[in-house]
């Protein structure tokens, strides 16, 4: 799998990096510790070396540490912080990223992080600047070897002018592209390693004529029907490789965050990426139709 230099960090990771969102669930029935490691397994043993998580998304961080924690030189491990999930804390306490942290390298069975990212907090809580003071202090203890931000908009804006962030994870995709423009500009003066969140905008395209039922998938649902890409109309497959590509073909894209609970997918999306680089000709198209249709309020995807 092609790697590609993170930023101004000694990372080199994989262009398709795992999304631990959707394994997370407090059910066994619905992911067992058995399928994330087949899983996680057939995703290393295939090239992939970027596992991402968040401390919020339930049991993810526990299911990634008791599937690969004995292959932890095989990848690198990125985390988020800054919601309760389960301490009697607000979002935000200093005290609580600091507790959170602790957690996170229990469940992941490791002594340290790769990269841990603010989790979309507002522009107002960075300029109060003891969220980023704890991530410092973090990696100053080891606990993790650099810190990021991981939001849109305006605050992701004001994370990158600060200088401090050595990565950031945004939202990048063919129904999601103000970013594109307001905000990688900044991040790549910076040197700051760029992740894709959402690179296949849920696939909101496949439910046909119904909005999805999943929040963040129906508001990309309603914006392809305006946007009213030629290539979504056809197979399937092919406009997911379409998708996947525009994404990795956006300048200073280092990798993009995929989920999945199935532990077949990730064949095929090294598949979708045989095909090669997407050709200018289309990028530009989809640039220049998202250029004509996008509307004030298609922001980027908190």
Same mark, same amino acid.
């Given at each position: 799998?092609?790697?590609?230099?993170?930023?101004?960090? #000694?990372?080199?990771?994989?262009?398709?990096? @795992?999304?631990?969102?959707?394994?997370?669930? !407090? +059910?066994?029935?619905?992911?067992? +510790?058995?399928?994330?490691?087949? !899983?996680?397994?057939?995703?290393?043993? &295939?090239?992939?070396?970027?596992?991402?998580?968040?401390?919020?998304?339930?049991?993810?961080?526990?299911? %990634?540490?008791?599937?690969?924690?004995?292959?932890?030189?095989?990848?690198? /491990?990125?985390?988020?912080?800054?919601?309760?999930?389960?301490?009697? /804390?607000?979002?935000?306490? *200093?005290?609580?990223?600091?507790?959170?942290?602790?957690?996170?390298?229990?469940? /992941?069975?490791?002594?340290?992080?790769?990269?841990?990212?603010?989790?979309?907090?507002?522009?107002?809580?960075?300029?109060?600047?003891?969220?980023?003071?704890? /991530?410092?202090?973090?990696?100053?203890?080891?606990?993790?070897?650099?810190?990021?931000?991981?939001?849109?908009?305006?605050?992701?804006?004001?994370?990158?002018? =600060?200088?401090? @962030?050595?990565?950031?994870?945004?939202?990048?995709?063919?129904?999601?592209?103000?970013?594109? +423009? !307001?905000?990688? *500009?900044?991040?790549?003066?910076?040197?700051?390693?760029?992740?894709?969140?959402?690179?296949?905008?849920?696939?909101?395209?496949?439910?046909?004529?119904?909005?999805?039922?999943?929040?963040?998938?129906?508001?990309?649902?309603?914006?392809?029907?305006?946007?009213?890409?030629? @290539?979504?109309?056809?197979?399937?497959? +092919?406009?997911?490789?379409? &998708?996947?590509?525009? =994404?990795?073909?956006?300048? #200073?894209?280092?990798?993009?965050?995929?989920?999945?609970?199935?532990?077949?997918?990730?064949?095929?999306?090294?598949?979708?990426?045989?095909?090669?680089?997407?050709? &200018?000709?289309?990028?530009?198209? %989809?640039?220049?139709?998202?250029?004509?249709? @996008?509307?004030?309020?298609?922001?980027?995807?908190?």
């Amino acid at each position: 799998m092609e790697k590609r230099k993170f930023g101004k960090t #000694d990372m080199n990771v994989s262009v398709l990096g @795992f999304g631990g969102a959707e394994i997370g669930s !407090l +059910d066994p029935k619905n992911t067992s +510790d058995k399928t994330v490691e087949q !899983l996680l397994g057939r995703a290393l043993d &295939a090239g992939l070396n970027v596992i991402d998580t968040a401390e919020c998304y339930e049991n993810s961080e526990e299911l %990634i540490g008791n599937a690969v924690s004995h292959r932890r030189d095989d990848y690198y /491990l990125f985390t988020k912080c800054g919601h309760p999930a389960g301490f009697n /804390l607000e979002e935000w306490d *200093p005290k609580l990223l600091t507790l959170s942290i602790e957690r996170s390298l229990q469940r /992941l069975k490791t002594d340290h992080i790769d990269l841990i990212h603010l989790h979309s907090c507002s522009e107002e809580v960075l300029k109060r600047g003891d969220v980023i003071e704890v /991530l410092q202090k973090a990696k100053e203890a080891g606990k993790t070897r650099y810190i990021g931000y991981s939001g849109e908009n305006e605050a992701a804006l004001y994370a990158v002018n =600060t200088g401090v @962030f050595d990565s950031l994870q945004t939202s990048i995709n063919i129904a999601d592209q103000r970013g594109i +423009d !307001l905000i990688l *500009p900044e991040a790549r003066k910076q040197g700051m390693g760029i992740i894709a969140k959402r690179p296949l905008a849920n696939v909101a395209w496949g439910s046909g004529l119904n909005p999805p039922d999943n929040n963040y998938a129906q508001e990309y649902w309603e914006r392809l029907r305006k946007l009213d890409y030629n @290539f979504l109309v056809g197979d399937l497959n +092919d406009a997911v490789a379409t &998708a996947l590509r525009f =994404t990795l073909s956006i300048p #200073d894209v280092c990798t993009a965050i995929v989920g999945t609970s199935n532990p077949d997918r990730w064949l095929q999306n090294i598949r979708y990426l045989e095909k090669g680089p997407l050709a &200018a000709g289309i990028i530009r198209e %989809i640039r220049e139709q998202w250029s004509k249709v @996008f509307e004030e309020n298609w922001i980027g995807q908190v």
